[in-house]
Every structure is written in structure tokens, then in C-alpha cells.
């Protein structure tokens, strides 16, 4: 990217690459004095060219490298690349699996949800302490995957057909146990850091996003929900095991960083309703319909929608005869999320101390956005 | 025998004060204390155990490996630079305010420089110079977030001193003298925190100011500004950065303490009056440095132009206030 060329009384600041809160990603902010005149997000510095390496690997290989997209919500997207998989290949999912897959990515976008809150409240200026707690809890659940899936990041357990491998012995009831535990520490959290006066403080009022600018801006997930906006791929064209789950789509009114917060917060108390739901309700049956290896795919064209943890992805996948996709396209929540972060200095005032705040409530995860 | 008596009760006594309490030994084993105490107490907070290796489980030696490694870094300057403007810095933020420790009374004969009637305005003129230093730390890093720290400081300190110094006017009018002694003894049958509830918070909130602790450690904000205008300092010169934020915060806490906990005051104990008082004097130091440690674990930082609508909209005019009701104590003739 060309450097954009400054007036003299405006400091330009590198909010990283190398920075102790920014990522992998470099922004660059023109200050005056406190107040921030320009935000320009540079992004591309992890790219890996995702849409290009699908097109060199079999559907099934696919699945390996779609999921570094995000590694904190692993399931959530390979679930998208599996869906178009189906949809081209025309391979129906046997019911057990769909809620199986279900409960696998309800437990990510807890996990997911955690991690943004521990950021969120760091980002603040807290004392790590809450990341810490929000990190001890999640690895309740990644102890959980890891039994299921073998693997506590990245675990590939989606298949074109169903999942890799059915419940252990005795996984509802860990399940159950770890729901009641977690709704627990929620309580703790809310009182703890919720309703914080600091962090009230510094979280309300900053960062508004109206909701005919979120709509304008394109923005999904919590972000939009957090501007009162009920849009939710889970119910809207449910997936999975969602038409049959019970759950209500959280938004907040205040459009502000604490509203997107607090949807975030109140999205696990339903994911936590929805795994319980599925621990007791889960129907028999096959886990899996056969895949064969070699599988050649005819000309066709797919276009899957999931509700990933930061909001809408969707997968357009194109196919000829071959193993291979044709062509796979990705639409990723954070990409959008960080051109809304772009445009919200000039839709709100906003100083240096709220660049962290608000681009945490955001929820931009760098590596999805440069894909 | 007889010889070694005399010589502790003659001439022992101030080359304590001067190495011992409220001098050298203090200061530096009150750095280190502090800084062990806060990262095994907040350790805790976090789920974790903090240091653990060093010295055994309870890490007492962490701190002498870690003046060690800064020692023996290597200083990098950036290009282009006044070396000695920008080296001298941070000595000098780390050893003006411990200057103040020489006019804090422990005892009415337990005084390193008892200045009389000029203790107080001599402690808000030296560590009033205190925060000029950074704002010529971060000029001559000639770096961009040391640049916008040393600002920080600036609007920061200013804000926060003018409520302090009217908090000290007040007390002073109450005591009826500057002299620190004196405004220790007037604290007899009440501390002043009582009658001066006011100017007791205010004080408090602005030690924290001062110290740079949080939720007012903006100057600093690490999510922010990597590390303000400590950013371009390394070696020992970032641990003498690190020593200036618990010298500022020793020097004020103990003001705090003399103001408005009643200082040295307390019953005796262990037979001895002077002894007493110094362990009184300790104890309430302590308790004063707990609780603002324990702050930093529960609170997030403030913004910088909320820390400015704090100390302008409300700590100054409360100030104002607490001196009116100090001057209308003493016109009725309470006080």
C-alpha cells in the first residue's frame, strides 16, 4: 500500500504490526493531538492466498487449510466448505450428525465469544486478569473437543457426509457438567466486569454504529445484532441441526461498544441452552453417508451461509469435472468488520484511548480478513 | 559497653536516618517489596502463582535477577540524540521524589530535616519538579508515543496537582501550621480524614494520579502507546523508570499517610514510644500501599480526557470546597 500523505499538523501513528495490542495487522492512525482524524486499516500482511490453495486440493483436502482462516473457530468455518461440498456433490447428512455438528460449533463460538470478552476487557486497560480467567475456562471446553476430536485447535472432524467420529461414552453428561459450571462463572463475569463503573465508562457511548450505518456498511454477526438488528444466519436459513434448537437471536439497542459486548456475552448464555438442549435431545442413527476418496465432482455452482462467531461467512464454490473445485470464493465477516472500523472515526468521535476498545468490540480476527 | 551506647544514642542516630529508615534502605527495599508484593498478590488474581524460581517458591529473588539482566543489557539510544540529556532522565525522575522521604516525620525527634514551618510547601515544591522530568523524557526520545505519554503526563499532573495542593492548604489551616510535626501532633484525638472526609478522598484519588498507578496509568497505556515515554528506554535506564513509579508513589502515600491518618499517632507498644511510632507510621504505609495495589486488579484504565473532567469538573472544585468548611471549622471555632 502507498503511504496517503498528511497535513503537517496531523501525527500519523503505526498502530502496529509490532505494537503489544494490535495483531497482525498494521493500522494507521492520524492523530490530532488525542482525537483521531483518520483511521487507515492496512491489511494483507498474513495473507496466504486461502481462495488459491483450495483450488490445488481435493474437497476433502480442502478442509485442512479453509480452517486456518480463523483458529479460534475452527468448526464454524469448516462447516461452511463442507455445506458447499454437499450442496455440489449432492451427499445428504444423516440427522445425528447435523446435531453433532451442531454442538461442535456451539462449543467453538463460546470458546470464540470468551476470547473476544478477555480481549475486550484488556483492551480497556484491565489488569489481564479477566483474560486469564476467560483462558482457564476455555480450556473446560477445549478439553471437551479434544475428547471428541482428538485435537484442541483446528480438529478437521467435518466431513463431506457427516462427522469423523460419533459421541464417546458418557459425553452428554460432561457436557451437562460443564454447561452448569459455565453458567456459574457467567454470573461472576457479569457482576464482575459488566457492571463495572470503569468499564461502563469506557465502553458506553463509544463506537456507535446506527443501524441504517450497519446495514449500509454491511455489518453481520454481533456487530449488527449489537445495533438492534435481528439478522442471524442460524435462524434465518437454518443449518445444521438449528431448525430444530431453541434459541433466542440477542440484540442489544444501544449500538455502542458495550452493546456489542454484552451481545457476545449473552450469545453464550444461548449457545450454552443450545448445548444443553442437544446433550439430552440428540437422535440415534448413522454419523456418517459414505465419501468415497476419489470423488470427481460435474459443473455446478454452490453457495453456503454460516453464522461464524464474528458474524455471516459465506462460501461460493464453483466445480467442473474434476477432484478439484473450480473456484472457491470466500466472504468473511472480518474483512467487513474492518473497513466499518475504518469508517466509524468519521461516523463518531473517537480518541486514541478507543481505537483498542473498539476495535476489539469489532471482533476483527486479522487472519480471516486477509484470508 | 558503655562506649557502644553511647555511641548509638550520640552518633548512631543520624546516619540511621540517613542510611536505614527514612532514607536509603527504605526507599530501595521498599521498591523491591512492593514490587514482588504486587506480582505474587496480583499473580494471584490472575489463576497464577507469579514468580516461582527464584529464591524458592515464594520468588523473593526475582527482583535481584531482574536488576541484574537490566544491568547488563546492553542501552540502546536511538539515532541522532542528546545521549546525556536523554540518559540523565530517568536517574533523575527516580531519585527527586525520594528526596521528599527527608521531611517525613516518624517520630517528633525521628525527622531527617525538620524545616519547621516550611515541611509541606517544601514537599509540593520538590515533587512538583517531579513531573517535568517526563515530559522532557518523552521530548528526547524523539519517538511518537513518547511524544504523546509526555503530553499525557502533562495535562495529567497539572489536573491533579491543583486539588492536592488545596487538600494541603486545608489541612494546613486546620493543624495551624506547615510543619509536618506539627500537623502530625494537631492529629492527636482525630485523624484528619474524619472532619475532612473530602479532602481525604480527593487526596487519595490524586496519590493515584500521581504515582501514575491504575486506573490513571495513562501516560503508560500499554494498549496504546507501547509504553509512553518509557517506550525508546532500555537497560537500567527503563529500571530506573520502573523504580520512579514506586518512588513517587512511596513519597506520596506517605504524605497521605502524615495529612490525614494521623502519621506517626498510635498506642504504644513494646515499652517504647519512639519505636511505637515508627511501627505505627509502617503499618499505615502499608496498609494505604495495599489498598492502591489491590485497585489496580479490579478497576480498567480511564480515558485521558475523562482523568482531565475528574480532576477539573470535580476534584477541584471539591477542594475548593473542603478549604471553605476547613476555614468555617476554624471561624466557629471547632477547630
Known amino acids: 500500500m502507498s503511504e496517503p500523505t498528511i497535513t503537517p499538523d496531523i501525527m500519523r501513528i503505526s498502530w502496529g504490526p509490532q505494537h503489544p495490542m494490535s495483531g497482525q495487522t498494521r493500522i494507521l492512525l492520524d492523530l490530532d493531538g488525542e482525537k483521531i482524524h483518520k483511521i487507515t486499516a492496512d491489511l494483507g500482511f498474513t495473507h496466504r492466498g486461502m481462495e488459491k490453495i483450495l483450488e490445488n486440493r481435493t474437497f476433502l483436502k480442502g478442509i485442512i487449510p479453509i480452517e486456518r482462516m480463523a483458529m479460534i473457530d475452527t468448526p464454524n468455518i469448516g462447516i461452511g466448505y463442507v455445506m458447499a ?14 446435531w453433532i455438528r451442531s454442538l461442535v460449533c456451539e462449543m467453538s463460538r463460546i470458546s470464540s ?77 457479569w457482576t464482575a466486569m459488566i457492571e463495572n463503573v470503569l468499564f461502563e465508562i469506557r465502553c458506553n457511548d463509544v463506537g456507535i454504529l446506527t443501524p441504517e450505518n450497519a446495514i449500509r456498511l454491511g455489518a453481520c454477526g454481533p456487530v449488527v445484532r449489537g445495533s438492534g438488528q435481528p439478522i442471524d444466519v442460524r435462524r434465518d436459513e437454518p443449518y445444521a441441526a438449528y431448525a430444530d434448537l431453541d434459541f433466542d437471536v440477542i440484540t442489544e439497542p444501544a449500538c455502542d461498544s458495550m452493546a456489542r459486548t454484552k451481545v457476545r456475552f449473552r450469545e453464550i448464555g444461548e449457545s450454552l441452552k443450545m448445548m444443553e438442549q442437544i446433550a439430552n435431545e440428540i437422535p440415534g442413527g448413522p454419523i456418517r453417508t459414505r465419501f468415497p476418496l476419489f470423488t470427481r ?28 473445485p473450480y473456484r472457491v470464493k470466500i466472504n468473511s465477516p472480518s474483512l467487513r468488520h474492518m473497513y466499518i472500523f475504518e469508517r466509524l472515526c468519521e461516523l463518531d468521535r473517537m480518541t486514541m484511548a478507543d481505537v483498542p476498545v473498539v476495535v476489539n468490540s469489532l471482533d476483527v480476527w486479522y487472519l480471516d480478513a486477509d484470508r | ?22 532514607g536509603l534502605a527504605f526507599v530501595l527495599v521498599f521498591s523491591i517489596v512492593a514490587v514482588w508484593f504486587e506480582r505474587k498478590f496480583l499473580a494471584r488474581a ?16 526475582q527482583l535481584i535477577a531482574d536488576f541484574l539482566k537490566l544491568f547488563m543489557k546492553e542501552i540502546i539510544v536511538p539515532e541522532d540524540m542528546n545521549f546525556l540529556f536523554f540518559a540523565s532522565m530517568p536517574v533523575l525522575i527516580a531519585t527527586l521524589p525520594a528526596l521528599t522521604i527527608i521531611l517525613i516525620p516518624f517520630d517528633a525527634n525521628w525527622v531527617l530535616w525538620n524545616i519547621g514551618g516550611l515541611g509541606l510547601p517544601m514537599f509540593f515544591a ?22 504523546i505519554g509526555a503530553f499525557r503526563v502533562a495535562y495529567m499532573y497539572i489536573s491533579a496537582e491543583i486539588p492536592l495542593v488545596l487538600c494541603g492548604a486545608a489541612v494546613a489551616i486546620m493543624a495551624g501550621s506547615f510543619n509536618l510535626v506539627k500537623i502530625v501532633q494537631a492529629q492527636q484525638n482525630m485523624w484528619f480524614a474524619v472532619p475532612q472526609f473530602i479532602g481525604f478522598v480527593i487526596f487519595f484519588l490524586g496519590v493515584i494520579i500521581e504515582s501514575e498507578r491504575a486506573p490513571f496509568d495513562i501516560p503508560v497505556a500499554e494498549v496504546e502507546l507501547v509504553l509512553g515515554w518509557r517506550t525508546e528506554y532500555s537497560g537500567i535506564l527503563f529500571g530506573f523508570t520502573m523504580m520512579a513509579e514506586y518512588v513517587m508513589f512511596q513519597a506520596w502515600t506517605l504524605l497521605f499517610v502524615t495529612l490525614y491518618l494521623g502519621g506517626y499517632n498510635g498506642p504504644v507498644i513494646f515499652g517504647s514510644v519512639m519505636l511505637s511510632h ?46 471553605v468548611f476547613v476555614l468555617a471549622l476554624k471561624l466557629w471555632g471547632v477547630y
Open chain 1, 85 to 98: 461440498t454437499e450442496e455440489v456433490l449432492g451427499i445428504e447428512v444423516p440427522e445425528r450428525a447435523n
Open chain 1, 113 to 189: 465469544h470468551l476470547y473476544a470478552f478477555g480481549l475486550q476487557v484488556e483492551a480497556t486497560g484491565f489488569f489481564p486478569a479477566v483474560f486469564l480467567w476467560t483462558t482457564a475456562d476455555r480450556v473446560l471446553l477445549l478439553d471437551l473437543l479434544e475428547e471428541l476430536t482428538g485435537a484442541r485447535f483446528s480438529y478437521n472432524f467435518f466431513l463431506p457426509g457427516g462427522v469423523m467420529k460419533d459421541l464417546p461414552e458418557g459425553f452428554e453428561d460432561r457436557v451437562i457438567e460443564i454447561v452448569h459450571y459455565l453458567r456459574r462463572r457467567f454470573k461472576d463475569y
Open chain 1, 297 to 324: 465432482s460435474k459443473p455446478g455452482e454452490a453457495y453456503s451461509r454460516v453464522e461464524t462467531a464474528r458474524g455471516e461467512m459465506g462460501i461460493h464454490m464453483f466445480t467442473n469435472v474434476g477432484m478439484n
Open chain 2, 1 to 22: 559497653m558503655n562506649y557502644v551506647v553511647d555511641f548509638l544514642t550520640l552518633n548512631a542516630k543520624p546516619l540511621l536516618q540517613i542510611y536505614v529508615l527514612p
Open chain 2, 46 to 61: 490472575m489463576l497464577r502463582v507469579g514468580p516461582y524460581y527464584c529464591g524458592g517458591r515464594s520468588g523473593v529473588l
Open chain 2, 126 to 147: 520538590i515533587a512538583g519538579i517531579a513531573p517535568l522530568i517526563p515530559v522532557f523524557a518523552g521530548w528526547a526520545s524523539n519517538n511518537k508515543y513518547s511524544f
Open chain 2, 278 to 323: 515508627i511501627i505505627w507510621m509502617l503499618v499505615k504505609f502499608s496498609v494505604v500501599v495495599v489498598l492502591i495495589i489491590l485497585i489496580r486488579c479490579i478497576f480498567p484504565r480511564l480515558r485521558l480526557d475523562q482523568t482531565l473532567e475528574l480532576g477539573w469538573k470535580y476534584l477541584t472544585p471539591l477542594a475548593v470546597l473542603n478549604l
